[in-house]
């Protein structure tokens, strides 16, 4: 289907990027480090681990040959953080079910798969396929919880891996299911993923799937809601007994529901704050592995509207998310959905993600990992009160240092055009996208 040209968007949402200023707060530094749960801390570092083996893997498979000279990964340093004087050569010797090198006649070193890897690409290609019905949903629920029931291509391409996407979902598979959304083009040649049809079924958040068993409603009308979102707390956080009235609280008032209409929520209020917290929820629950980086997250605040210091209230509502600060990029687990530093329930691309680590011998640079604390001497009164006043300013913690090199995360490297926020980095501006 031929892409449409339209104007562009007078909606504020699309205009030019506003830069703000990055300030840093211990305050955020003590809600973060004095809350970190081990099991899921370990789940990190595993996801560390396998995102740089999927990188290689998924630049192998864009060669014609699937195989590539090892001097040309050199330019891919940042993505797999191997920074000099690092050898690449030795991580890839790490894992040599997966991959080979060898020498031609001149003495280039090449890499490419070993017939088990090409084996295992072929597998994922087969999976995500097996897996396009949901994701198809998933896309369309993104898109059904957006302001204005559009979504810019490069945005959904956070996503990719985590919601199973093909890796050139923007060049067919986006195409392929125009009763469900179509691509349009601004003058600026700038892609947009555009609802077509409302589907009533699929506006049924997963939690009132879970509270109230109902999976599919015809004519279900989204609106205001009352039900207590999951929480899991570490076994050895003994503060919940000291907030339970708050918790209790907070979790009988009402909300809207992501897929209802909220133009006319005030930002700043409890109600606007706790329908950021299901948008959060339902986004988290669409993932493989209901966990995201947050900067991908926190670049849908406009679209999903939702607050600017959407980090203070993942951190703060931590029953029911956990936010690890470890490594370049921060993640946010939906708690819920892990046992330890398991996931619960595994999809396929899961346990193949799982069945590619377990056949690599990197395991990554020995890391301290802390260990819970009680927080003895910390004390949050405004736990369950609003945090998304009109501000500029998103809290950061400067203080955060690893023994070692960590590894980034693959997520969509391959897509260029997508910026991220690299705490390196987040001290000089914030592009709000």
Known sequence: MANQLIKP???????PSVTRFMTTSKRVQDRSQQKRVHALEIAVEKHKIASKILFLLELLKQ????????????????????????KISDFIRKSPKLFEMYKDQRGTTWVGL???????????????????????EHVTRLLMMSVNKILPLDKIAHFRRDLGLPYDFRKHWVHKYPDCFRVLKNEDDVEFLKLVSWNPCWSVTEVEKKVTGITK??????????????????????????YGGQIENFQKR???SPYADAKELKAGSVEFDK?????????????????????????FRREFVMPQKLMRILLKHFGIFYVSERGKRFSVFLTEAYDGSELIEKCPLVVWKEKVVSLTGYRG?????????????????????SDSEDE?????????????DTMSDVEDELVTQISEMDIGEVQKAYNDT
């Open 9 to 15: 968007f007078k909606n504020p949402q699309y205009l």
């Open 392 to 404: 500029n300013t998103i809290w950061i913690d400067r203080s955060l240092k690893e023994e070692d």
């Open 114 to 136: 070993t017939a088990k890897g090409e084996e295992l690409v072929e597998e994922e290609e087969r999976l995500i396929a097996e897996n396009e019905g949901k994701a198809v």
């Open 254 to 256: 009402e909300y809207l």
């Open 365 to 385: 640079r020995k890391k301290r990992i802390e260990t819970f604390d009680d927080m003895d001497d910390f004390v949050d009164n405004d736990l369950f009160e």
């Open 217 to 242: 409603a015809e004519n279900h009308v989204p609106g205001r809601l009352s039900l207590a979102f999951p929480m899991k707390f570490p076994p050895d956080y003994k503060k919940v007994y000291r």
């Open 275 to 299: 329908r950021a917290i299901a948008v959060m929820h339902e986004v988290l629950s669409f993932m493989n592995e209901k966990r995201l980086i947050t900067d991908h997250l926190t670049h």
């Open 63 to 86: 060669e014609p040959e699937q195989v590539i000279p090892i001097r040309s990964l050199d330019q891919h340093r940042r993505q797999l953080n191997l920074p000099k004087p690092h």
